[in-house]
């Protein structure tokens, strides 16, 4: 039932408006007497899938449905006015019927000098999901030092290897004794190859501009389909409303086709059966947190393919380097991917069963400002 509140109950909200919309978690203004929504932060709106001016009036069960632990946490509450904290399920009432069932910590209290209460919540799961992106952040930085520091170390004791394997090449009085020497040399090569890899992008002078994404995208998806030109079928689902990012495009081209690359080669089963497919999606989310800076809005890009799934036992180790989930496979595309993605703010996570794997690149829109003070500052 929809109750409708007056003036003076809408005017208290007028002084800590600003500050709820700033706050991360979903926030909703109750009537104390009715139990009825004054006031939705824009988290919350965004949680809800509702907008704040059609969330005023409606009561709490009209949004999380009838559940006798929600009930009992109010009446405590209305009993001793002391704040209340608990782990409870939240479901779906009539206002967004196809919410499913989560478990949710709330916090029930007073706004002071008011008679309002202050509802807030948050999914347990999208807490622990943020508390693992800030631990494979926080991995995946000091991986790639490590990584750079073991590239400069290798990088000088190849070139002598390499000098000293023609030297004895040259030297060698029997033909048959070369092919040793050749297989020497070949593989450092092969090392060289790697360690300029990781250190190329590091070398390179960074060029921001603004990067419209689904320019990035279409070139990834061209390059894609010219390697892979039967069997694979790469499909489209752009929000073409999204502004340009700023960024090094190159950079991001990089990274995006080490994802849509990667892909492909794992789907080679369906290849050759003919129906592998990736499908490239963008959206935009508001209001999200990376490595624990808040932005008010970040560009989605999803890398969705068919194919066999990430195995259970490397998914949380996909992004270091030298893992991999083919045995052909070098273990750095997606250690680049996500260095990539890092230098723009941004963080790649990945959510994996058979038949449908999701890469979900997440990239904040941010200012001049911001990027002057992140990893694309310049050479490096």
């Known amino acids: 039932m929809r109750i409708f509140q007056s003036r003076a109950a809408t005017a208290a909200l007028f002084s800590p408006q600003d500050v709820l919309d700033q706050m991360p978690n979903s926030v909703l203004l109750l009537d104390r007497e009715t139990l009825a929504i004054v006031y939705a932060n824009t988290a919350a709106e965004i949680a809800l899938k509702i907008s704040r001016k059609n969330l005023v009036g409606y009561q709490i069960n009209d949004i999380f449905g009838e559940y006798p632990h929600l009930d009992d946490l109010f009446h405590q509450f209305s009993l001793d006015g002391i704040t209340q904290r608990t782990d409870l399920i939240l479901g779906a009432g009539n206002l967004r019927p196809d919410q499913k069932e989560h478990l949710a910590y709330v916090i029930l209290a007073s706004l002071e000098g008011t008679d309002l209460i202050v509802f807030e919540w948050f999914e347990i799961d999208q807490q622990m999901k943020s508390a693992r992106e800030e631990r494979l952040i926080m991995q995946a930085r000091a991986n790639k030092e490590l990584m750079r520091n073991l590239a400069h170390e290798i990088k000088n004791p190849l ?3 390499r000098g ?7 030297e060698l009085p029997d033909p048959s004794l070369k092919e040793y020497t050749k297989v020497m040399i070949k593989e450092v090569d092969r090392l060289q190859m790697l360690v300029d890899r990781l250190l190329a992008p590091h070398k390179r002078k960074k060029e921001i501009t ?3 994404i689904h320019e990035v995208l279409e070139r990834v998806r061209s390059v894609v389909l010219a390697e892979f030109a039967q069997g694979l079928s790469i499909t489209r689902f752009y ?3 999204l502004p340009d990012i700023i960024g090094d495009k190159e950079i991001l081209i990089q990274a995006l086709l080490n994802i849509v690359h990667n892909a492909a080669q794992i789907l080679e089963d369906r290849r050759q059966i003919g129906d592998a497919k990736i499908q490239l999606q963008t959206s935009v989310s508001r209001n999200v947190t990376i490595g624990k800076k808040r932005y008010k809005l970040a560009l989605n890009v ?4 068919n194919g066999p799934g990430i195995p259970a036992e490397i998914i949380d180790h996909i ?5 991999s989930g083919r045995a052909s496979g070098s273990g750095l595309g997606l250690t680049l991917a ?3 993605i890092q230098m723009h703010g941004g963080f790649i996570s990945v959510h994996s069963q058979p038949g449908d794997t999701n890469f979900h690149v997440q990239i904040p829109y941010m200012s001049m400002e911001n990027i002057n003070n992140s990893e694309l500052r310049g050479e490096v």
């Open 159 to 161: 070139g002598g290897i």
């Open 164 to 170: 000293a394997a023609q030297l004895l090449d040259y």
């Open 210 to 212: 603004e990067v419209n």
């Open 239 to 241: 929000d073409v409303s």
């Open 302 to 305: 999803h890398v969705i393919d």
């Open 319 to 323: 992004f270091l380097p030298l893992v």
């Open 338 to 340: 996500q260095s990539f």
